[in-house]
């Protein structure tokens, strides 16, 4: 009976390590989903939260830190497009500036676009690889 009760907790505790670790992939696939913002600061905030995101399994870890990387040279380049905008603006306006910081910028937000496309395929194929393994539980597939 003893024998019985320790092999039904065993079960038990393993079920409901299956259950967290579905429930943080679903935790950190919803993240994913909403980390982009038109509003570049909010967007920062959120790729920044997404590296501190404390998750507690290698695969989740595995598909934030891929993700992560990318979200965050997609963001730099946003950020130094931006940053090349609005320093255009001000040279077009007669405002001081300075055309090589200009193009230093936009060197800048070509170099991430570049890493960007390097690190979209890890990210997307571990983000699609966690989709499929715990399908059941967002309500997708089987």
């Known amino acids: 009976m003893t024998r019985a009760l320790i092999i039904l ?41 997404l590296e501190a995101m404390p998750l507690e399994f290698e695969g989740n870890q595995d598909v934030r ?15 130094a497009t931006e940053e090349a905008r609005r320093m255009m603006d001000r040279l077009e306006a007669g405002e001081e500036g300075d055309p090589a910081t200009v193009a230093e910028a936009l060197a800048r937000s070509e170099a991430a676009i570049a890493e960007t496309r390097s690190l979209r ?22």
């Open 9 to 49: 907790g065993a079960l038990a505790l393993v079920a409901c390590d299956g259950d967290s670790e579905r429930n943080e992939a679903n935790l950190l696939l919803t993240r994913l989903e909403a980390i982009r913002s038109d509003d570049l600061g909010q967007w920062r905030r959120k790729v920044d939260s």
């Open 65 to 79: 830190d891929k993700c992560h990387a990318m979200h965050d040279a997609l963001l730099r380049a946003e950020e």
């Open 121 to 142: 395929e890890p990210c997307e194929n571990a983000k699609a690889e966690l989709k499929t393994r715990f399908a059941s539980g967002r309500g997708e597939g089987s």
